[in-house]
């Protein structure tokens, strides 16, 4: 069991809006900041998304994030065939002193 | 260019020792924390723990507090994980990554896996 929630799947037609939720606790979302990693099939995670709406260079605007209070979002906008893929949250926790993992949420390009 | 670059995969029999290897280029090899993460066979990211390289104080999931051992070689610039005794669920892809700034989840970059299996 995750300390952070994501819901197991997302999908949507190219072009389509999918939205991910990741809901924490005060020790972890509510007091620190959010971050959004991709895993493609096969490869290690890459960041996508820091201080909660932040996205490092090379990453696409179609990508956004959002926090309030102790729940974030990861939305992704005109989706397209290559955002399939595997997308996890995470945060800083501090009551563990470390870091804490959604269980990911498969988004599918139907 | 920062990268992090991993020992290739393991198989090992349960009861046996192993040592990963990370070894780090690119940047100043104490200036940043290196984490281990954990990902079982179709599984989601664990946070196994992590290594400050300048004075080697680590700190563990307590999932995997006293099973697993992370260390460094600044001489190298290479962190390493080791079990002394391996179980069949130690089985996963493990990652290195370095954490871009301190108190936070911001993992970058990532290694690219070692595979390690556990099997009689």
């Known amino acids: 069991q995750s300390v952070l929630t994501q819901p197991p799947s997302a999908s949507g037609t190219p072009g389509q809006r999918v939205t991910i939720s990741c809901s924490g606790s005060s020790s972890n979302i509510g007091n620190n900041d959010v971050c959004w990693y991709q895993q493609l099939p096969g490869t290690a995670p890459k960041l996508l998304m820091y201080r909660d709406d932040q996205r490092p260079s090379g990453v696409p605007d179609r990508f956004s994030g959002s926090k309030s209070g102790t729940s974030a979002s990861l939305a992704i906008s005109g989706l397209r065939s290559e955002d399939e893929a595997d997308y996890y949250c995470a945060a800083w926790d501090d009551s563990l002193s470390g870091v804490v993992f959604g269980g990911g949420t498969k988004v599918t390009v139907l | 260019e920062v990268q992090l670059v991993q020992s290739g995969a393991e198989v090992k029999k349960p009861g046996e020792s192993l040592r990963i290897s990370c070894k780090v280029s690119g940047y100043r090899f104490t200036t940043y924390w290196i984490n281990w993460v954990r990902q079982m066979p179709g599984k989601g990211l664990e946070w196994v723990g992590r290594i400050d390289p300048s004075d080697s104080y680590t700190k563990y999931s307590p999932s995997f507090q006293g099973h697993v051992s992370i260390s460094v070689d600044k001489s190298i610039s290479t962190v390493y994980l080791q079990w002394n005794t391996l179980k069949a669920s130690d089985t996963a892809t493990y990652y290195c990554?370095?954490?871009?700034?301190?108190?936070?989840?911001?993992?970058?970059?990532w290694g690219q896996g070692t595979p390690v299996t556990v099997s009689s």
């Open positions: 990554a370095r954490i871009v700034v301190t108190g936070t989840g911001r993992f970058d970059p």
